[in-house]
C-alpha cells in the first residue's frame, strides 16, 4: 500500500536560474511549490549566490559535468549520492535526460535510488537522434518512475517510444509577476521575447515587419533576448528604427514590456526536430491581458488557442506572420477580448495548486 506522505525530492539539473530561460522558471516554479520537500543541485552560474539566498528551499552549486573524464556524467554520481544521503532525500528528479539520466540510472542500479524525469522537447528530441542515443534514453525513461512531460504534444511523442510509460502533464505555471499598473501606449507596439536562435521565428518577424508598417505605419516591435543569432537578426532588421533591440533584460524590465505592448509576437517554427516544447511566454503575455501570434508546433497550440486567446500561424510564412499582426492591431474590439479571454484561462487552468500538484498526486500514490 502506498505512503499518504509527501516525499522528499532531490532535483538535479544543469539548467536553473538565476540562468534566464523558461525550463530554468519551469522548475523554480516547482522547487517553489515543493519547498518544504525539495533540495535542488545544479550547476554554478554568475550572481547565483544572492539568488539561491533569497529562496525557500536549498540549493546546492555543483559541477554535475566533468571536463577530464569519461563519461563525464559518471563522477556526477558520487556527488549526488553523497547529497542525497545528507539531506534523506527519498526520490531523484532528473532534469537533462541525457546525460544527467545516465546518473540517475547508475544510482538505481547499484543504491536502489528511485527517479522520474522532467521532459520539455528539445532534449527529448535530441535524444532521439542515433541508435546509441536512443538506447539509453529509453532505458532511463523505463526505469523511471514516472516521467513528466510539459504537454500533451510532448506525451505523445514520448509515448510513441513506449506506449507503457507512467507519464504526467504538468504545464508551465507562472511565478508571481511585480505587480503594475495597467498603461495603454498611443504606439502599436509589438512585443517579442526569447533566445534569439532561428526556431524562435524573430528572422520572419523581422521579415514581416515592412509589410506591417505599411498598414500600420506607426507600429513598434520590440525584441528581447540574447542568443547566437543576434548578429545576424541586427543586420536584417536593416537599421529599421521601427525595430528596437533591447537585449536581455530583467525580470522587472519583462513584466513592464508585457504591460505596455499591444500584442506579443513569437512565431515559432519547427527546425531540424528542434521545437518549441509550450512556450511560457505566451501565458505571461497572457497574465496581462496581451493576445499572441504564435508560430503553430510543438506544444504552442496548448498555450496558445487559435482564434481565442491569439492566433497560431505558419511560422514560416512572412505573410500570415503580418496578416495576423495587422489584424489584431487593426481591431481593437477583438484584441482585448482575445487578451481577456487569455488571461481568465492563465488564472484557470495554470495556476501552481492545478498544475503541479499532478506531481504530488504521483509522487504520493505511485511509489
Request: charged residues 25%; glycine residues 8%; proline residues 4%.
Amino acid at each position: 500500500m502506498a505512503s499518504t506522505s509527501m516525499k522528499k525530492v532531490l532535483l538535479i539539473t544543469l539548467d536553473f536560474l538565476p540562468r534566464l530561460g523558461g525550463v530554468g522558471q519551469y522548475l523554480l516554479n516547482i522547487a517553489e511549490f515543493f519547498s518544504e520537500n525539495i533540495i535542488v543541485v545544479t550547476s554554478p552560474q554568475d550572481n547565483d549566490l544572492g539568488f539561491d539566498s533569497a529562496q525557500s528551499f536549498k540549493v546546492y552549486r555543483k559541477s554535475l559535468l566533468f571536463r577530464f573524464f569519461w563519461p563525464r556524467v559518471l563522477p556526477s554520481a558520487l556527488v549526488i549520492k553523497w547529497i542525497f544521503d545528507k539531506e534523506r532525500a527519498e526520490i531523484l528528479a532528473v532534469n537533462d535526460v541525457l546525460p544527467l539520466g545516465y546518473a540517475a540510472l547508475v544510482l538505481k542500479w547499484f543504491f536502489k535510488i528511485p527517479y522520474f524525469v522532467f521532459l520539455h522537447g528539445l532534449d527529448f528530441n535530441l535524444a532521439k537522434r542515433n541508435f546509441w542515443k536512443k538506447f539509453w534514453l529509453r532505458k532511463i525513461l523505463r526505469n523511471a518512475k514516472f516521467v513528466v512531460c510539459n504537454s500533451r504534444h510532448l506525451e505523445n511523442e514520448v509515448k510513441k517510444l513506449d506506449s507503457k510509460l507512467g507519464i504526467a502533464v504538468v504545464y508551465p505555471t507562472l511565478g508571481s509577476p511585480t505587480p503594475y499598473k495597467f498603461v495603454e501606449s498611443r504606439t502599436p507596439i509589438i512585443f517579442s521575447l526569447g533566445r534569439l536562435i532561428r526556431r524562435k521565428g524573430f528572422d520572419k518577424l523581422i521579415l514581416a515587419f515592412p509589410k506591417i508598417k505599411e498598414a500600420i505605419p506607426d507600429a513598434v516591435l520590440i525584441i528581447a533576448g540574447k542568443g547566437p543569432e543576434e548578429e545576424f537578426l541586427r543586420k536584417s532588421a536593416g537599421g529599421n528604427s521601427g525595430i528596437i533591440f533591447v537585449g536581455e533584460i530583467s525580470e522587472k524590465q519583462k513584466w513592464a514590456f508585457y504591460n505596455l505592448c499591444d500584442l506579443f509576437a513569437l512565431p515559432t517554427r519547427e527546425i531540424n526536430g528542434d521545437t518549441e516544447g509550450f512556450g511560457i511566454v505566451y501565458l505571461e503575455a497572457a497574465y496581462f491581458g496581451k493576445p499572441s501570434v504564435a508560430g503553430n508546433s510543438g506544444g504552442v497550440s496548448e498555450a496558445v488557442l487559435d482564434g481565442k486567446t491569439g492566433i497560431l500561424v505558419d511560422g514560416g510564412n512572412v505573410d500570415e506572420i503580418a496578416g495576423a499582426i495587422v489584424k489584431l492591431l487593426k481591431d481593437d474590439e477583438l484584441r482585448k477580448k482575445m487578451g481577456r479571454k487569455a488571461k481568465e484561462r492563465v488564472a484557470q487552468e495554470f495556476g501552481a495548486a492545478k498544475q503541479i500538484s499532478k506531481i504530488k498526486e504521483f509522487l504520493i500514490y505511485n511509489l
